[in-house]
Protein backbone atom coordinates (compact mmCIF):
# COMPACT_ATOMS: atom_id res chain seq x y z
CA UNK A 1 0.00 0.00 0.00
CA UNK A 2 1.53 3.64 -1.19
CA UNK A 3 1.47 6.05 1.60
CA UNK A 4 2.06 9.00 -0.89
CA UNK A 5 -1.07 10.82 -1.21
CA UNK A 6 -2.55 10.83 -4.82
CA UNK A 7 -4.16 13.38 -6.49
CA UNK A 8 -6.50 11.69 -9.39
CA UNK A 9 -6.70 13.87 -12.44
CA UNK A 10 -9.97 13.49 -14.03
CA UNK A 11 -9.53 14.41 -17.77
CA UNK A 12 -13.75 13.85 -18.77
CA UNK A 13 -14.47 16.35 -16.31
CA UNK A 14 -11.94 19.26 -17.74
CA UNK A 15 -13.15 18.42 -21.43
CA UNK A 16 -17.10 18.42 -19.96
CA UNK A 17 -15.79 21.71 -18.02
CA UNK A 18 -14.66 23.19 -21.06
CA UNK A 19 -17.78 22.51 -23.12
CA UNK A 20 -19.82 24.04 -20.26
CA UNK A 21 -17.97 27.18 -20.75
CA UNK A 22 -18.50 27.57 -24.66
CA UNK A 23 -22.33 26.53 -23.65
CA UNK A 24 -22.20 29.92 -21.48
CA UNK A 25 -20.41 31.77 -23.82
CA UNK A 26 -20.93 30.25 -27.39
CA UNK A 27 -20.17 33.46 -29.50
CA UNK A 28 -17.14 33.20 -27.96
CA UNK A 29 -13.46 32.05 -28.63
CA UNK A 30 -11.92 30.12 -25.33
CA UNK A 31 -8.45 31.05 -24.09
CA UNK A 32 -7.65 28.57 -21.57
CA UNK A 33 -6.05 29.77 -18.60
CA UNK A 34 -3.09 27.11 -17.54
CA UNK A 35 -0.67 29.32 -15.50
CA UNK A 36 0.84 28.06 -12.42
CA UNK A 37 1.20 24.19 -14.26
CA UNK A 38 -2.54 24.35 -14.87
CA UNK A 39 -3.80 25.33 -11.39
CA UNK A 40 -1.59 22.65 -10.24
CA UNK A 41 -3.42 20.00 -12.52
CA UNK A 42 -0.12 19.29 -14.33
CA UNK A 43 0.26 21.79 -17.48
CA UNK A 44 0.97 19.07 -19.91
CA UNK A 45 -1.58 16.77 -19.30
CA UNK A 46 -4.18 19.39 -19.31
CA UNK A 47 -3.57 21.14 -22.15
CA UNK A 48 -3.46 17.76 -24.36
CA UNK A 49 -6.96 16.90 -22.45
CA UNK A 50 -8.47 20.64 -23.50
CA UNK A 51 -8.19 19.57 -27.40
CA UNK A 52 -11.62 21.79 -27.49
CA UNK A 53 -9.95 25.12 -26.76
CA UNK A 54 -8.97 27.20 -29.55
CA UNK A 55 -5.50 29.13 -27.42
CA UNK A 56 -3.89 28.80 -23.98
CA UNK A 57 -2.78 31.19 -21.88
CA UNK A 58 0.02 31.18 -19.61
CA UNK A 59 1.74 33.89 -17.18
CA UNK A 60 5.37 33.31 -18.33
CA UNK A 61 7.50 32.51 -21.06
CA UNK A 62 8.97 29.00 -19.45
CA UNK A 63 5.41 27.81 -19.38
CA UNK A 64 4.73 28.32 -22.53
CA UNK A 65 8.00 27.07 -23.84
CA UNK A 66 6.87 23.62 -21.51
CA UNK A 67 3.70 23.25 -23.86
CA UNK A 68 5.71 23.97 -27.03
CA UNK A 69 8.51 20.95 -25.74
CA UNK A 70 5.49 18.62 -25.31
CA UNK A 71 4.36 19.08 -28.84
CA UNK A 72 1.40 21.49 -27.93
CA UNK A 73 1.15 23.38 -30.82
CA UNK A 74 -2.32 25.80 -30.26
CA UNK A 75 -1.28 29.33 -30.27
CA UNK A 76 -0.11 30.35 -26.80
CA UNK A 77 -0.47 33.69 -25.44
CA UNK A 78 2.04 35.06 -22.50
CA UNK A 79 -0.15 37.33 -19.99
CA UNK A 80 2.93 38.78 -18.49
CA UNK A 81 4.22 39.26 -21.63
CA UNK A 82 7.97 39.55 -22.26
CA UNK A 83 10.40 41.27 -19.82
CA UNK A 84 13.73 42.17 -22.33
CA UNK A 85 14.03 42.13 -25.84
CA UNK A 86 15.98 39.44 -26.47
CA UNK A 87 13.00 37.05 -26.03
CA UNK A 88 11.52 38.14 -28.99
CA UNK A 89 13.12 35.96 -31.58
CA UNK A 90 11.97 33.01 -29.01
CA UNK A 91 8.55 34.05 -29.09
CA UNK A 92 8.47 34.20 -32.49
CA UNK A 93 10.34 30.95 -33.42
CA UNK A 94 7.66 29.27 -30.79
CA UNK A 95 4.48 31.01 -32.26
CA UNK A 96 3.94 32.64 -28.75
CA UNK A 97 1.52 36.04 -28.67
CA UNK A 98 2.28 38.71 -26.08
CA UNK A 99 0.38 41.04 -24.07
CA UNK A 100 1.67 44.75 -23.91
CA UNK A 101 1.34 46.31 -20.87
CA UNK A 102 3.76 49.05 -20.69
CA UNK A 103 5.71 51.58 -22.41
CA UNK A 104 9.29 49.72 -22.38
CA UNK A 105 7.43 46.68 -24.11
CA UNK A 106 6.18 49.24 -26.49
CA UNK A 107 9.69 50.49 -27.34
CA UNK A 108 11.03 46.94 -27.75
CA UNK A 109 9.04 45.94 -30.11
CA UNK A 110 9.32 49.09 -32.30
CA UNK A 111 13.48 48.66 -32.00
CA UNK A 112 12.91 44.63 -32.79
CA UNK A 113 13.93 43.69 -36.30
CA UNK A 114 12.75 40.35 -36.71
CA UNK A 115 11.96 37.88 -39.27
CA UNK A 116 8.43 37.87 -38.91
CA UNK A 117 5.13 39.54 -37.43
CA UNK A 118 3.85 38.88 -33.54
CA UNK A 119 0.41 38.64 -32.16
CA UNK A 120 -0.09 41.36 -29.70
CA UNK A 121 -2.75 41.37 -26.89
CA UNK A 122 -2.91 44.92 -25.89
CA UNK A 123 -3.89 45.30 -22.01
CA UNK A 124 -5.63 48.45 -20.45
CA UNK A 125 -5.93 48.83 -17.05
CA UNK A 126 -9.76 50.05 -16.28
CA UNK A 127 -9.25 49.50 -12.71
CA UNK A 128 -7.47 46.60 -11.64
CA UNK A 129 -4.66 48.52 -11.44
CA UNK A 130 -2.17 46.06 -11.64
CA UNK A 131 -1.51 45.17 -15.46
CA UNK A 132 -1.77 47.19 -18.00
CA UNK A 133 -1.82 50.89 -19.94
CA UNK A 134 -3.63 53.57 -18.77
CA UNK A 135 -6.66 54.55 -20.59
CA UNK A 136 -5.28 58.04 -21.78
CA UNK A 137 -2.60 55.82 -23.00
CA UNK A 138 -4.40 53.85 -25.24
CA UNK A 139 -4.91 56.09 -28.58
CA UNK A 140 -1.19 56.31 -28.87
CA UNK A 141 -0.18 53.08 -27.87
CA UNK A 142 -2.38 51.59 -30.56
CA UNK A 143 -1.20 53.50 -32.96
CA UNK A 144 2.09 53.27 -32.30
CA UNK A 145 1.81 49.37 -32.55
CA UNK A 146 0.16 49.29 -35.83
CA UNK A 147 3.14 51.34 -36.95
CA UNK A 148 5.44 48.43 -35.52
CA UNK A 149 6.57 46.20 -38.10
CA UNK A 150 7.56 43.84 -35.73
CA UNK A 151 3.69 43.83 -34.76
CA UNK A 152 0.92 41.88 -36.39
CA UNK A 153 -1.90 44.01 -37.97
CA UNK A 154 -5.38 43.42 -35.87
CA UNK A 155 -3.82 44.24 -32.19
CA UNK A 156 -6.19 42.08 -29.76
CA UNK A 157 -7.72 44.12 -27.11
CA UNK A 158 -8.54 42.82 -23.45
CA UNK A 159 -8.39 44.03 -19.82
CA UNK A 160 -9.04 42.33 -16.80
CA UNK A 161 -11.42 42.31 -13.98
CA UNK A 162 -11.36 42.87 -10.30
CA UNK A 163 -14.48 42.25 -8.58
CA UNK A 164 -16.08 40.08 -10.96
CA UNK A 165 -16.52 37.32 -8.33
CA UNK A 166 -18.99 39.83 -6.34
CA UNK A 167 -22.48 39.82 -8.01
CA UNK A 168 -23.84 43.62 -8.89
CA UNK A 169 -20.15 45.03 -8.05
CA UNK A 170 -20.48 49.00 -9.44
CA UNK A 171 -16.52 48.35 -9.83
CA UNK A 172 -17.25 45.88 -12.76
CA UNK A 173 -20.17 48.01 -14.53
CA UNK A 174 -17.19 50.72 -14.55
CA UNK A 175 -14.79 48.82 -16.10
CA UNK A 176 -16.71 47.19 -18.78
CA UNK A 177 -18.21 50.52 -19.36
CA UNK A 178 -14.79 52.01 -19.81
CA UNK A 179 -13.13 49.15 -21.86
CA UNK A 180 -16.21 49.78 -23.99
CA UNK A 181 -15.74 53.35 -24.45
CA UNK A 182 -12.30 52.85 -25.61
CA UNK A 183 -12.19 49.27 -27.78
CA UNK A 184 -16.21 49.87 -29.13
CA UNK A 185 -15.16 51.67 -32.47
CA UNK A 186 -12.17 49.06 -32.99
CA UNK A 187 -12.52 46.44 -35.06
CA UNK A 188 -9.96 43.75 -33.03
CA UNK A 189 -10.93 41.05 -31.42
CA UNK A 190 -11.51 41.86 -27.65
CA UNK A 191 -11.39 39.93 -24.17
CA UNK A 192 -12.24 40.56 -20.63
CA UNK A 193 -14.36 37.71 -18.97
CA UNK A 194 -12.39 35.64 -16.63
CA UNK A 195 -14.27 32.07 -14.94
CA UNK A 196 -16.44 34.64 -12.80
CA UNK A 197 -17.22 36.58 -15.57
CA UNK A 198 -18.16 33.74 -17.76
CA UNK A 199 -21.24 32.87 -15.71
CA UNK A 200 -22.13 36.11 -13.85
CA UNK A 201 -21.55 38.35 -17.09
CA UNK A 202 -22.60 37.34 -20.20
CA UNK A 203 -22.35 40.89 -21.62
CA UNK A 204 -18.69 40.71 -21.14
CA UNK A 205 -17.81 37.93 -23.15
CA UNK A 206 -16.20 39.69 -26.60
CA UNK A 207 -14.70 37.67 -28.37
CA UNK A 208 -12.44 35.78 -26.35
CA UNK A 209 -12.96 34.25 -23.07
CA UNK A 210 -10.71 33.09 -20.57
CA UNK A 211 -11.59 30.45 -18.02
CA UNK A 212 -8.79 29.26 -15.65
CA UNK A 213 -10.50 28.02 -12.05
CA UNK A 214 -14.24 26.55 -13.52
CA UNK A 215 -12.07 24.74 -16.15
CA UNK A 216 -11.03 22.67 -12.98
CA UNK A 217 -14.67 22.33 -11.36
CA UNK A 218 -14.22 24.75 -8.90
CA UNK A 219 -16.78 27.57 -8.61
CA UNK A 220 -14.78 31.01 -9.06
CA UNK A 221 -18.11 32.89 -6.95
CA UNK A 222 -18.09 32.47 -3.32
CA UNK A 223 -20.93 30.54 -1.30
CA UNK A 224 -21.58 28.42 -4.85
CA UNK A 225 -20.82 25.12 -5.38
CA UNK A 226 -19.07 23.99 -9.08
CA UNK A 227 -21.89 21.65 -8.87
CA UNK A 228 -24.70 24.40 -9.15
CA UNK A 229 -22.84 25.82 -12.49
CA UNK A 230 -23.06 22.22 -13.75
CA UNK A 231 -19.47 21.46 -13.29
CA UNK A 232 -17.44 18.33 -12.45
CA UNK A 233 -14.32 18.67 -10.02
CA UNK A 234 -11.30 17.44 -12.15
CA UNK A 235 -9.07 16.81 -8.96
CA UNK A 236 -9.37 14.58 -5.88
CA UNK A 237 -6.74 14.53 -3.42
CA UNK A 238 -6.84 11.37 -1.32
CA UNK A 239 -4.47 9.60 1.13
CA UNK A 240 -4.93 6.44 3.48
CA UNK A 241 -5.65 6.51 7.59
CA UNK A 242 -1.89 4.98 9.12
CA UNK A 243 -3.27 5.18 12.68
CA UNK A 244 -6.08 5.04 15.11
CA UNK A 245 -5.90 5.43 18.64
CA UNK A 246 -8.37 6.21 21.54
CA UNK A 247 -8.35 9.53 23.86
CA UNK A 248 -10.08 10.04 26.93
CA UNK A 249 -12.10 12.85 27.64
CA UNK A 250 -10.29 15.97 28.42
CA UNK A 251 -6.72 14.73 25.82
CA UNK A 252 -5.41 17.22 23.84
CA UNK A 253 -4.61 15.83 20.12
CA UNK A 254 -1.66 17.65 18.08
CA UNK A 255 1.60 20.26 18.03
CA UNK A 256 0.19 23.23 20.62
CA UNK A 257 -2.79 20.94 21.86
CA UNK A 258 -5.06 22.74 20.40
CA UNK A 259 -7.75 20.69 20.49
CA UNK A 260 -8.78 18.52 23.72
CA UNK A 261 -11.21 16.10 23.83
CA UNK A 262 -14.57 16.71 25.21
CA UNK A 263 -15.59 13.16 25.49
CA UNK A 264 -13.61 9.94 25.28
CA UNK A 265 -13.38 9.55 21.44
CA UNK A 266 -11.20 7.60 18.49
CA UNK A 267 -8.37 10.13 16.39
CA UNK A 268 -7.46 9.08 12.91
CA UNK A 269 -4.30 9.98 11.75
CA UNK A 270 -3.95 10.34 8.30
CA UNK A 271 -0.98 10.66 5.88
CA UNK A 272 -1.15 14.00 4.17
CA UNK A 273 0.22 17.64 5.38
CA UNK A 274 1.65 20.88 4.76
CA UNK A 275 4.42 19.36 3.27
CA UNK A 276 2.17 17.96 0.91
CA UNK A 277 0.12 20.80 0.22
CA UNK A 278 -2.85 20.38 2.73
CA UNK A 279 -3.52 23.71 4.49
CA UNK A 280 -1.72 24.42 7.34
CA UNK A 281 -4.58 26.89 8.33
CA UNK A 282 -6.93 24.63 8.15
CA UNK A 283 -9.21 24.71 11.27
CA UNK A 284 -10.60 22.75 13.57
CA UNK A 285 -13.66 20.87 11.71
CA UNK A 286 -12.33 21.22 8.70
CA UNK A 287 -14.07 18.43 6.68
CA UNK A 288 -12.53 15.20 5.80
CA UNK A 289 -14.38 12.86 3.79
CA UNK A 290 -13.49 8.99 4.68
CA UNK A 291 -15.36 6.30 3.03
CA UNK A 292 -18.63 6.95 3.05
CA UNK A 293 -18.55 9.61 5.73
CA UNK A 294 -17.88 13.40 6.78
CA UNK A 295 -15.16 13.57 9.74
CA UNK A 296 -14.03 16.73 11.27
CA UNK A 297 -10.21 17.61 11.35
CA UNK A 298 -8.94 18.18 15.11
CA UNK A 299 -5.54 19.50 15.98
CA UNK A 300 -3.02 21.62 14.17
CA UNK A 301 -2.18 20.05 10.52
CA UNK A 302 1.50 18.32 10.75
CA UNK A 303 3.82 18.11 7.77
CA UNK A 304 3.02 14.88 6.97
CA UNK A 305 -0.33 13.85 8.62
CA UNK A 306 -3.63 15.23 9.96
CA UNK A 307 -5.56 14.38 13.01
CA UNK A 308 -9.40 13.64 12.40
CA UNK A 309 -11.80 13.01 14.84
CA UNK A 310 -13.75 9.44 14.03
CA UNK A 311 -15.69 9.33 17.59
CA UNK A 312 -16.96 6.27 20.22
CA UNK A 313 -17.28 3.41 17.42
CA UNK A 314 -15.50 4.24 14.03
CA UNK A 315 -16.10 1.00 11.95
CA UNK A 316 -13.02 2.11 9.84
CA UNK A 317 -10.05 0.52 9.85
CA UNK A 318 -6.09 1.35 9.05
CA UNK A 319 -5.73 1.72 4.82
CA UNK A 320 -9.16 3.15 4.69
CA UNK A 321 -9.09 6.16 1.79
CA UNK A 322 -9.25 9.70 3.04
CA UNK A 323 -10.48 12.17 0.22
CA UNK A 324 -9.37 15.96 1.42
CA UNK A 325 -11.14 17.50 -1.85
CA UNK A 326 -12.68 15.78 -5.03
CA UNK A 327 -15.91 15.21 -5.94
CA UNK A 328 -17.31 13.49 -2.75
CA UNK A 329 -15.86 17.03 -1.09
CA UNK A 330 -16.41 20.51 -2.36
CA UNK A 331 -12.98 22.02 -1.96
CA UNK A 332 -14.36 24.90 -2.17
CA UNK A 333 -15.86 24.61 1.77
CA UNK A 334 -12.04 23.03 2.53
CA UNK A 335 -10.74 26.75 1.42
CA UNK A 336 -13.30 28.22 3.72
CA UNK A 337 -11.98 26.29 6.77
CA UNK A 338 -8.79 27.08 6.19
CA UNK A 339 -9.52 30.91 5.60
CA UNK A 340 -7.44 31.07 2.04
CA UNK A 341 -9.65 30.34 -1.66
CA UNK A 342 -9.61 27.14 -4.04
CA UNK A 343 -7.17 28.93 -6.28
CA UNK A 344 -4.04 28.86 -3.37
CA UNK A 345 -4.70 25.17 -2.24
CA UNK A 346 -4.04 24.01 -5.60
CA UNK A 347 -1.17 25.56 -6.71
CA UNK A 348 0.42 24.80 -3.36
CA UNK A 349 0.15 21.03 -3.72
CA UNK A 350 3.97 19.62 -3.82
CA UNK A 351 5.44 17.44 -5.94
CA UNK A 352 5.24 14.66 -3.09
CA UNK A 353 1.73 13.93 -4.04
CA UNK A 354 1.26 11.02 -6.89
CA UNK A 355 -0.36 12.41 -10.12
CA UNK A 356 -2.64 9.91 -11.20
CA UNK A 357 -4.69 11.09 -14.59
CA UNK A 358 -7.73 8.90 -15.79
CA UNK A 359 -9.38 9.57 -19.05
CA UNK A 360 -12.50 7.72 -18.38
CA UNK A 361 -15.51 8.87 -16.90
C1 LIG B 1 -5.72 33.99 -14.08
C2 LIG B 1 -6.31 34.82 -15.12
C3 LIG B 1 -7.53 34.46 -15.72
C4 LIG B 1 -8.35 33.28 -15.26
O1 LIG B 1 -8.95 33.58 -14.04
P1 LIG B 1 -9.98 32.55 -13.35
O2 LIG B 1 -10.57 33.32 -12.24
O3 LIG B 1 -9.16 31.40 -12.87
O4 LIG B 1 -10.95 32.15 -14.39
C5 LIG B 1 -7.99 35.24 -16.77
N1 LIG B 1 -7.30 36.33 -17.18
C6 LIG B 1 -6.14 36.72 -16.62
C7 LIG B 1 -5.44 37.94 -17.12
C8 LIG B 1 -5.62 35.98 -15.56
O5 LIG B 1 -4.47 36.37 -15.00
Redesign the pocket.
Same mark, same amino acid.
Do not use: F, Q
Given at each position: MSRRPVAQINLAALGHNLQRVQQLAPASKVLA?L?ANA?GHGLVKVAQALTAADAF %?V?RIDEALALRTAGIVKPIVL?EGFYEAAELPILLANNLQTVVHNELQLMALEQAELDGQLKVWLKIDTGMHRLGIAPEQFAEFYRRLWQCPAVQPGIRL?S?FCCA?IPGSDKTEQQQALFQLLCSDKAEQQSLA?? %?A?ISLPQSHADWV?????LHGIS?LPNQSGQQHQLQPVMRLSSRLIAMRQVQAGETVGYGGNWQAKVTTWIGVIAIGYGDGYPRHASNGTPVWLEGREVQLVGRVSMDMITVDLGECPTETIGAEAVLWGPELAIERVAQCADTIP?ELLCNITPRVNYQYLTGQ
Open positions: VKY %AALMHDNS %AIRPGLMPY
